[in-house]
T-cell receptor, first 111, second 114 residues
C-alpha cells in the first residue's frame, strides 16, 4: 500500500523556535510538495521539489525553507516560528503527470 | 494566472439525494488535468476523480462523476445517492501539464443530513 508519512500529527512550538516538519514517501516518487491549509483559504503551495537537492518556491514560501537530501524525504523548516504560521501542513508526493498522494497532515500551533 | 473557484463554502443535503459541487477554473493552457479530493474530519486527503482536458468523456468513479464542460471551464463533481459518510470538505484542483504544480480551490464543506 502506498504511503506518505509525516513525523507528527500535532506539534506545539513557541515563537522563535526552529521547527522541522518531516515527510517520507515509500513510492519512489520524483515530486514532493509542502502545502499549508487554513480555513477559507484551501491548500496553498509552500515549496515543491522535482528531484533530490532540487527545490522551487510555491505561492507562499516566505518564512519557510526546505531540504531534500534523499529522494524519499522532504523536510519543511520554519527558521523562526511565528504565530501566523499556526496551520495544518500537508505533504504530498507524485510521479510526473500523475495524481498526488497526501500524508495525514501535521497540525502546528505556534504559541 | 491560473485559478480554481468553488463558490459554495457549505452545503446541506438530505441523505440519498444527488449532490453537485461546483468548480470553475481559469487557464489559457490547452493541456491540463482536473481533480477532486475529499477531506474528512480526520484530515486525510482522499483522491476521488480525475479528468484530462483532452478527454472526450466525462470521468466516472462509482458514485462520483465529473461534469466537464470545457467551453464553460467548469468541472462540477456529482455524487449520486449521497451517504452520511460523504460529509466532508471537498476540494477541486487543477494541474497544468507543463509542470506538476496543482492549484486548489478553497473547498466546499458538505453536510449530509439523515
Amino acid at each position: 500500500d502506498v504511503k506518505v508519512t509525516q513525523s507528527s500529527r500535532y506539534l506545539v512550538k513557541r515563537t522563535g523556535e526552529k521547527v522541522f516538519l518531516e515527510c517520507v514517501q515509500d513510492m519512489d516518487h520524483e515530486n514532493m510538495f509542502w502545502y499549508r491549509q487554513d480555513p477559507g483559504l484551501g491548500l496553498r503551495l509552500i515549496y515543491f521539489s522535482y528531484d533530490v537537492k532540487m527545490k522551487e518556491k510555491g505561492d507562499i514560501p516566505e518564512g519557510y525553507s526546505v531540504s531534500r537530501e534523499k529522494k524519499e524525504r522532504f523536510s519543511l523548516i520554519l527558521e523562526s516560528a511565528s504565530t501566523n504560521q499556526t496551520s495544518m501542513y500537508l505533504c504530498a508526493s507524485s510521479q510526473p503527470q500523475v495524481r498526488q498522494f497526501f500524508g495525514p497532515g501535521t497540525r502546528l500551533t505556534v504559541l | 494566472a491560473q485559478k480554481i473557484t468553488q463558490t459554495q463554502p457549505g452545503m446541506f443535503v438530505q441523505e440519498k439525494e444527488a449532490v453537485t459541487l461546483d468548480c470553475t477554473y481559469d487557464t489559457s493552457d490547452p493541456s491540463y488535468g482536473l481533480f477532486w479530493y475529499k477531506q474528512p474530519s480526520s484530515g486525510e486527503m482522499i483522491f476521488l476523480i480525475y479528468q484530462g482536458s483532452y478527454d472526450q468523456q466525462n470521468a466516472t468513479e462509482g458514485r462520483y462523476s465529473l461534469n466537464f464542460q470545457k467551453a464553460r471551464k467548469s468541472a462540477n463533481l456529482v455524487i449520486s445517492a449521497s451517504q452520511l459518510g460523504d460529509s466532508a470538505m471537498y476540494f477541486c484542483a487543477m494541474r497544468l501539464n507543463r509542470d506538476d504544480k496543482i492549484i486548489f480551490g478553497k473547498g466546499t464543506r458538505l453536510h449530509i443530513l439523515p
